[in-house]
């Protein structure tokens, strides 16, 4: 029987190469073998323990492939976007299974797929339960009914599209910066705003990208790091800020000499620090916005005065995912961004390397790890 590799999270900081069977798949089902894999930071913090989950794992949802098996009613069973395809074609996949329609978020709220109780998420499914590998960090994905599958465009690189997921991110954290905005009022992002970005890591770079793509008139990207604040000004930042040991009350100084002396329009933050959405609140303007991204994992608490929402009479937005269709717009915003994907990925490395890939995962020299099977 034919064997495939896959590399196995048994627990938290611990991640093994193991050998699985070749998949069999049934007549809804698509075989995709992996070309490459990103490691993302929900990866990391699962390997730091942050996540509650059932163990073994095989992580990994940031994945661009090939068809290499597709069942006589595959194309009936998913949601297939960006025309009919067939064996050898490339594809990716979105994290989420399809939303199931009828559960209560399905139904009271179908315009948010992602709250939907019945969805599985590949990538952090329990090895345990079949099929498997339905995890990137391997040689074959077992893409099974009611999943979604993009075609890619065939003038973007593979090496490009493996960030469809993370663009997806960043793409709908600048959308909830959107709506329910009224350009005509002043609401909502335009043009002509300022943005200030809190975190120049992987998602807060493609948010600055995504920014910048739209034709916003003023990014500015803080970060403790200059090495990714020079990043972030290939990216699209026209001005950085460094976050030092000075107090807050002087960066806000900065940033408010920057933005007509009142503040950013609208602050996005994707440090995934909880003293930083505390800071947000400080940094955005009286009547602005703050979109949250960061915080897909539970690191901790701190402590805010609410009096400052009110105050400033805030709209405060959080983001948790996309819905499915996220990836047509990313896969659209990677094939057209003049941002320099080549420098954004810093690190490639082969599967039998992916504990390496996870350590230097979030640290000074590494900003995107992808990993190839």
């Known amino acids: 029987m034919a064997t495939i590799q896959a590399a196995v999270m048994t627990e938290p900081g611990h991640i093994e190469l193991r050998e699985f069977p070749k ?29 509650v989950l059932k163990f073994p794992v095989i992580p990994g949802h940031e ?27 490339r594809v990716t996949t979105t994290p989420s299974s399809l939303a199931c329609g009828r559960c209560y978020y399905c139904l009271h709220m179908p315009h948010r797929p992602t709250l939907c109780t019945n969805r599985f998420v590949y990538g952090f499914v329990s090895s345990g339960i079949a099929p498997t590998p339905r995890g990137g960090f391997s040689e074959y994905l077992h893409l099974t009914a009611n999943s979604w599958l993009f075609k890619i465009p065939d ?17 709908r ?6 709506g329910p905005g009224i ?15 809190l975190g120049a890591g992987p998602i807060g770079q493609l948010v600055i990208a995504t920014l910048a793509h739209v034709g916003v008139d003023q990014v500015i990207a803080a970060d403790i790091s200059p ?14 800020v460094q976050v030092d040991k000075r107090p807050l009350a002087e960066r806000l100084e900065e940033v408010k000499a920057l ?37 897909f994992t539970d690191p901790g608490g701190v402590e805010i005065r609410p009096n400052i929402i009110c105050f400033k009479d805030l709209d ?58």
């Open 316 to 373: 405060i937005r959080g983001m948790w995912a996309y819905p499915g269709m996220q990836f047509k717009t990313a896969l659209s915003f990677l094939k057209n961004t003049r941002a320099p994907l080549d420098r954004f990925i810093t690190h490639r490395l082969p599967l039998a390397k992916i504990a390496e890939g996870l350590d230097i995962t979030g640290g000074e020299t590494a900003m995107k790890v992808v990993i190839e099977p």
């Open 155 to 171: 003038d973007l690189p593979s090496e490009y599209a493996v960030l469809t997921e993370p663009a997806a991110v960043a793409t």
């Open 183 to 197: 350009p005509h009022i002043g609401e909502g992002l335009g043009m002509d705003k300022s943005v200030l970005v």
């Open 23 to 51: 998949p069999q798949i049934g007549p809804e089902e698509v075989l995709i073998k992996v070309e490459r894999t990103g490691i993302c930071g929900s990866d990391k913090h699962m390997y730091a323990g942050h996540m």
């Open 173 to 178: 954290a600048v959308e909830r910066a959107l």
């Open 227 to 240: 090495k990714r604040l020079e990043l972030a000004k290939a990216m699209g930042a026209r001005q950085t």
């Open 63 to 89: 994945l661009v492939g090939t068809i290499a098996e597709m069942g006589s009613k595959a194309a009936e069973k998913l949601a297939i976007v960006g025309g009919p395809v067939k064996e050898g074609d």
């Open 259 to 295: 933005t007509s002396g009142v503040g950013p329009d609208i602050v996005i933050e994707t440090a995934g620090v909880p003293i930083v959405f505390k800071e947000s609140l400080d940094f955005v303007r009286r009547g602005g916005i703050v979109v949250e991204v960061g915080h």
